[in-house]
């Protein structure tokens, strides 16, 4: 019997990823997925409370009104899986709104193990759902839902918060039809998708005044000190948010204030920044009401319906898999 892995796993991949990122030519990045640590998603809970960040609450407002209409709509799913749950909060009203008519299972997927234990916690306790979470990246984790399927039993995949809008339009594209390739016909993908709406309030939402999201975003250097021993000074470095009027998102960046050397032993590396260069953190991408739709039918789905928040513009897409 095989008791050793052929292949020694990476020794993290955050260090590798961190090395990457910050060694290539041009702009240097650090993937938006590490933002998320424990600090990092309590943060971001407190961003969704934010005036300025009206994304959240137009994403729970229409989960909240359209519940039971989404879930007539779609073929009866038995198995709910959904990508980057973080709390869990706004899910609570599509699995109350399937629980009135079956037993259902649900299984956050989740890189933050933090924000998993936070929605176990949040959404363990609804009667006739059963909660089975997985530390897994999104698509291994969409996989093993997949497998538990018995006779023609339904997937439903629930990807919110317009987290969708972090991957550029390529990118997007073909994760959905790499979900769709794991899906069979008859399933179903809500995809939640912050609309484009004025500069200024986009920009805003992402340098709010209190300067919760400057922490947000400052916080990945402390975790790069943190994790990987690193020497970040972060005085040294100030939040900015950009619109990017060609790609239609919000970039987040990291602009050095000076001209600085940070050590990174956990990376093996020393690099050495000049005044005013960015690190590139993450990308909001917004769409257009079309786009979704369009989107649906290049990568293997139909979308059913589209409900749009009137007082933050954001749609819920209900896509069925063709
Ligand atoms: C969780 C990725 C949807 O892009 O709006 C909020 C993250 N970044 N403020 C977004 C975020 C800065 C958020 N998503």
Request: net charge negative.
């Amino acid at each position: 019997m095989l008791t050793q892995p052929l292949l020694k796993p990476a020794v993290s991949g955050f260090a590798e990823d961190v090395r990457v990122g910050l060694t290539k030519s041009g702009q240097r990045e650090i993937l938006s997925k590490y933002l998320y640590d424990e600090v990092g998603s309590a943060l971001f809970e407190a961003i969704c409370l934010l005036p300025e960040y009206g994304l959240t609450r137009a994403d729970t407002r229409l989960l909240q009104q359209h519940a039971d209409e989404m879930v007539a709509r779609m073929p009866l799913p038995a198995h709910v899986a959904e990508l980057g749950s973080g709390s869990g909060k706004k899910t609570r009203w599509i699995l109350e709104a399937l629980a009135r008519r079956q037993h259902t299972f649900y299984y956050p997927i989740e890189f933050s193990p933090a924000a998993l234990a936070a929605c176990e916690k949040e959404l363990g306790q609804i009667d006739l759902v059963h909660i089975v979470g997985f530390e897994k990246p999104y698509l291994e984790g969409l996989q093993a839902v997949v497998n538990r399927r018995e006779g023609n039993e339904r997937v439903c995949v629930l990807f919110l918060g317009s987290t969708i809008g972090n991957f550029d339009r390529p990118a997007a594209d073909d994760f959905l039809r790499q979900v769709r390739s794991i899906l069979e016909p008859g399933d179903s993908l809500l995809l939640g998708t912050d609309l484009e709406k004025s500069v200024a309030v986009q920009l805003l939402a992402y340098d709010d005044p209190a300067g919760v999201t400057a922490a947000f975003n400052l916080n990945v250097l402390a975790r790069v000190n943190r994790e990987l021993d690193a020497n970040f000074d972060l005085k040294q470095f100030a939040h900015e948010a950009r619109w990017n009027t060609e790609d239609r998102r919000i970039e987040m960046h990291l602009r050095s204030l000076r001209r600085q050397r940070v050590n990174i032993p956990g990376a093996g590396l020393q690099i050495g920044l000049e005044p005013g260069e960015t690190i590139w953190t993450e990308s909001s991408h917004k769409y257009s009401p079309m786009e979704p739709i369009e989107m649906a039918s290049r990568t293997g789905f139909r979308c059913e319906a589209q409900w749009i928040d009137q007082e933050w513009p954001f749609a819920q897409n209900l896509w069925i898999v063709e």
